[in-house]
């Protein structure tokens, strides 16, 4: 069996306590997994506090980091198909998603390359300069040693991009995946201890929150990167403030989809489904509140519910699947107890509202697509579910519209549909989210930056804010002005 082991220090190590990672399509063990000792956690944060100080790292040339970055790609790239196999048996991705994952994630490598390969770490501002006074640098220095938690949804995405800005950044990190879905985190800890990165700059361990917790309050830690819940994002948050630490926080989700009456209607209702759907919604970006303007609302309402029967929910590993099973037991209790909350909320069911069974899915995690009408008194309407299930809401206006999309604690993501773009980009420049797609769902741009507004997120990833999301700032002001008696401060004190 795959044995996935903790990177320390550049060495692969085991542990004295492992446990075997599960298949949510049936339960069976995909890897032992090794979990870190409070001591491994310890020793890791050293490893990278003394790989940041090492001479090696610091004086590294940016260009050889770019070349780093793209010798991890091109081990991504040289392993996919184990990495999408074990992607698939580990997290329960289907497998077309899966490979467009495992090239993302060895494509967001090479991107950060070429970023790397032009960013510049010293800019002289010419505005604040001036002639016989000061010239002033702005100088970027990376923060330090980051520690970084990862969920469970898309585990080798996720990790490509915590790890790929340290690197570029000039940081050093721990970076510690899901206990859910540890296995392509450890085959990237595998690719990386060959890559030619100095030992500890990048080390890689894995586990639940007692893991996290300890290595996020390392004192050592000055840079705190999470993707997860905004529930556990508020706890680091407030942990984080005892030392001051830089934080990046990628957290949950609402978001709002609004179709507009001049939508093209067939596009517009997959459109829907893919982003209400898409790795069984597991996905932060996930459209749950869908906004239909009523002028076509029954048009619509009766389209999809058509066109989400013919969405085949089965076997991950299966190429016609559109998506498989959730991650665990817990999730699905989580998912069913909001669907069966809706109901005695008395929401109108449109579709689905069930576990798939028979056959081999009876193994499994399942849940048919689920579609309610609501109202914002629904609690669906306003929190996250992280599966399968949509809210349908009717809109007059489209002011309307903007009001119910912004009425959320959450701003990560949305989009709008219509046949006129630029009226749609009006719209969408109106909604308090940190991406919008205009007749798009869920597909990202490496070299643009992603996060979220409002509850959904501080900072930053991806794009060059990315990077800068790893540096500090530095105003370098060098005098232009040697004579004692034009200094500005001359006259103040003498
Ligand atoms: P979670 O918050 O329960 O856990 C996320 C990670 O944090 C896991 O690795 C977990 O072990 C760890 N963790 C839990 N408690 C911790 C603590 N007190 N200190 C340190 N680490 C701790 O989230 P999840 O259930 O794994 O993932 C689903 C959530 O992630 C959803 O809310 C989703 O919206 C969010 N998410 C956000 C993005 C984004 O980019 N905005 C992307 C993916 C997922």
């Not at 069974?357 to 009408?373: R, V």
């Amino acid at each position: 069996m795959k044995e996935i082991k903790l990177l320390i220090g550049g060495e692969l190590k085991t542990s004295e306590n492992h446990y075997l990672s599960e298949n949510p399509a049936n339960g069976e063990a995909v890897a032992k997994v090794y979990l870190p000792t409070e001591a491994q956690i310890e020793e890791a944060v050293n490893k990278a506090h003394d790989a940041f100080y090492s001479e090696e790292w610091r004086s590294m040339d940016q260009n050889k980091r770019a070349d780093i970055l793209e010798a991890i790609s091109e081990k991504i790239k040289a392993r996919k198909d184990e990495l999408v196999n074990f992607e698939v048996q580990d997290s329960g991705s289907s497998l077309r998603k899966a490979k467009a994952d495992i090239h993302n994630a060895a494509s967001f490598f090479k991107v950060l390359a070429g970023q790397l390969r032009k960013f510049q770490f010293e800019v002289k501002d010419e505005n604040a300069s001036r002639a016989g006074f000061s010239n002033n640098y702005k100088v970027y220095e990376p923060i330090g040693v980051c520690g970084q938690v990862i969920p469970w949804n898309v585990p080798l995405v996720m990790a490509a991009w915590k790890i790929a800005p340290v690197i570029a950044s000039g940081c050093t990190t721990v970076l510690k995946t899901a206990q859910e879905t540890p296995v392509t985190g450890g085959i990237l800890a595998e690719i990386i201890a060959e890559s030619g990165l100095p030992k500890g700059v990048v080390n890689i361990i894995t586990g639940g929150a007692k893991e996290g917790e300890l290595l996020l309050k390392n004192p050592k830690v000055r840079k705190v990167s999470f993707t997860g819940s905004t529930q556990v994002g508020r706890k680091i948050m407030e942990q984080a403030s005892k030392s001051m630490q830089k934080l990046s926080l990628e957290l949950g989700g609402k978001s709002a989809n609004i179709v507009l009456k001049d939508a093209d209607l067939n596009l517009a209702v997959d459109g829907a489904l893919y982003a209400f759907l898409y790795h069984s919604g597991q996905v932060c970006t996930s459209g749950t509140r869908l906004f239909v303007d009523q002028s076509i609302y029954e048009d619509f309402k009766k389209a999809l519910v058509k066109r989400v029967e013919e969405v085949k929910v089965g076997p991950p590993n299966d190429p016609t699947t559109g998506y498989g099973p959730v991650i665990s037991k817990k999730q699905f209790d989580s998912i069913m107890a909001y669907i069966e909350k809706t109901k005695m909320e008395g929401a109108k069911l449109l579709s689905g509202g069930t576990r798939k069974t028979g056959g081999e899915l009876d193994k499994g995690y399942y849940i048919n697509p689920t579609l309610f009408e609501v109202t914002p008194d629904n609690t669906i309407f306003h929190e996250e579910i992280f599966g399968p299930v949509l809210a349908i809401t009717p809109f007059k206006t489209e002011e309307e519209a903007i009001k119910l999309a912004n009425s959320s604690i959450y701003g990560l993501a949305g989009a709008v549909w219509s046949k006129d773009t630029k009226h749609a980009m009006e719209v969408a420049k109106k909604l308090e989210t940190g991406t919008v797609w205009v007749n798009e769902y869920h597909l990202l741009n490496p070299g643009m930056p992603f996060g979220g507004y409002k509850q959904s997120g501080v900072n930053r990833e991806m794009g060059e804010e990315g990077i800068m999301a790893y540096l500090e700032v530095k105003h370098l002001w060098v005098s232009d002005c040697d004579e004692r008696g034009k200094k500005p401060w001359f006259d103040a004190i003498f």
